[in-house]
């Protein structure tokens, strides 16, 4: 199994310009989620998806879109990149149930937005 | 208000030496998560433990054991014997759960771990 996959590994961006993040997971997970990370901040949701077909908004879900039309795939797209979304995008899965849950991360995506 | 709160910004121990890392949460489900990663300068996030809120014992991997005080809601890491590998980043999480049965993770802001040989 190769886990969760992200790719880009780095990307720069200039303000206005669109981008997507792919993560992609061989677990069979129902539950995917994107987060980002920024210094002091910890990690802070951004949208999750717990099926194919279903979605909804983390804590802070402002300027991305997200989709999951197969269980493998969950796209994070910025629609119009700002400054503001400088920052190390993770995206995660899990399983929930049985004795003990673990979501497993990606490798992240480090995103400049110039 | 915090769900997560991780008050050290930053601690050392001596290699070999056992260290705890605090971590308290608020919540009002009875039905909760909670998760310690670890995040090494290379970026990754590494799950280290987890905790039931329903489980009777303090839950057990190796090197981490979590010193689970619901009464108190903390939920603090253990890691026993430090290694110098373990120096990096730790979080504390919580996984949440809304009425509407959605579930997330909410995650404290970290404290860094440095183990000095």
């Known amino acids: 199994n190769a886990g969760v996959t992200q790719t880009p590994k780095f990307q720069v961006l200039k303000t206005g310009q669109s981008m997507t993040l792919q993560c992609a997971q061989d677990m069979n997970h129902e539950y995917m989620s994107w987060y980002r990370q920024d210094p002091g901040m910890g990690l802070r949701l951004i949208h999750y998806?717990?099926?194919?077909?279903?979605?909804d908004q983390g804590e802070v879900p402002n300027g991305y879109n997200v989709s999951r039309s197969t269980t493998e795939d969950f796209p994070l797209r910025l629609l119009s990149a700002a400054p503001s979304q400088t920052s190390v995008y993770f995206c995660?899965?899990?399983?929930?149930?049985?004795?003990?849950?673990?979501?497993?991360f990606g490798p992240g995506t480090r995103l400049l937005v110039l | 208000a915090q769900k997560i709160t991780q008050t050290q910004p930053g601690m050392f121990v001596q290699e070999k030496e056992a260290v705890t890392l605090d971590c308290t949460y608020d919540?009002?489900?009875?039905?909760?998560?909670l998760f310690w990663y670890k995040q090494p300068s290379s970026g990754e996030m590494i799950f280290l433990i987890y905790?039931?809120?329903?489980?009777?014992q303090n839950a057990t991997e190796g090197r981490y054991s979590l010193n689970f005080q619901k009464a108190r809601k903390s939920a603090n890491l253990v890691i026993s014997a430090s290694q110098l590998g373990d120096s990096a980043m730790y979080f504390c999480a919580m996984r949440e759960t809304s009425q509407g049965g959605s579930e997330k993770l909410v995650f404290g802001k970290g404290m860094k771990l440095t183990v000095n040989p």
């Open positions: 998806s717990v099926g194919a077909g279903i979605t």
């Open positions: 905790q039931g809120s329903y489980d009777q």
């Open positions: 995660a899965s899990r399983n929930s149930g049985g004795i003990q849950e673990t979501q497993y």
């Open positions: 919540t009002s489900d009875p039905s909760y998560g």
